[in-house]
């Protein structure tokens, strides 16, 4: 019998997709939306998306600052719109994740997004704060800070 994945190590492993698949063909693949190429292309992903996030998860970006692609995306259709959009927006794209810490069961990490714009060239660097939310070995909610502070006092409050 296996011991189940801490959260913390669930967290980093989502947070390194960008580290192990090919961005070019994981942004080609969202962009297509056909069922055959999303499940060649991205097989593994899919299965491990589906494996550790809750079908009923919510992406919510909190912040005076309003995301084109919106601030709160719902279930797993939304967290594929999500990145299917925020990823469109690129010809090149790193997220490098840190500063890991745990309160009770969530999982506060430092996100920095690095990009080449697609249409613009222009480099971005985006710092966040995430919080994650974990049930029964899932993600079932994920809050995107500026800053950290945000992100602890949230997580203090709801843990």
Request: charged share 20%; net charge negative.
């Given at each position: 019998?296996?011991?189940?994945?801490?959260?913390?190590?669930?967290?980093?492993r989502l947070n390194s997709i960008f580290e192990r698949f090919d961005f070019v063909t994981?942004?080609?693949?969202?962009?297509?939306?056909?069922?055959?190429?999303m499940t060649t292309e991205l097989g593994d992903l899919?299965?491990?998306v589906a494996e550790s996030v809750d079908q009923d998860v919510?992406?919510?970006?909190?912040?005076?600052?309003?995301?084109?692609?919106?601030?709160v995306f719902i279930g797993v259709q939304g967290w594929i719109e999500l990145w299917s959009?925020?990823?469109?927006?690129f010809d090149s794209y790193s997220l490098t994740s840190s500063e890991y810490e745990t309160v009770d069961e969530q999982?506060?990490?430092?996100?920095?997004?690095?990009?080449?714009?697609r249409f613009s060239g222009l480099e971005i660097e985006l710092v966040?704060?995430?919080?994650?939310e974990l049930s029964g070995g899932k993600v079932v909610r994920v809050r995107m800070y500026e800053t950290h502070g945000q992100a602890l006092t949230h997580a203090k409050e709801t843990g």
């Open positions: 019998m296996s011991v189940p994945e801490s959260n913390m190590t669930l967290v980093q994981l942004r080609d693949a969202l962009e297509s939306s056909d069922a055959v190429a899919s299965r491990e919510v992406v919510e970006f909190i912040s005076d600052q309003p995301l084109i692609e919106g601030n959009a925020w990823l469109a927006a999982v506060v990490a430092k996100a920095v997004h690095r990009g080449r714009g966040q704060w995430q919080l994650w």
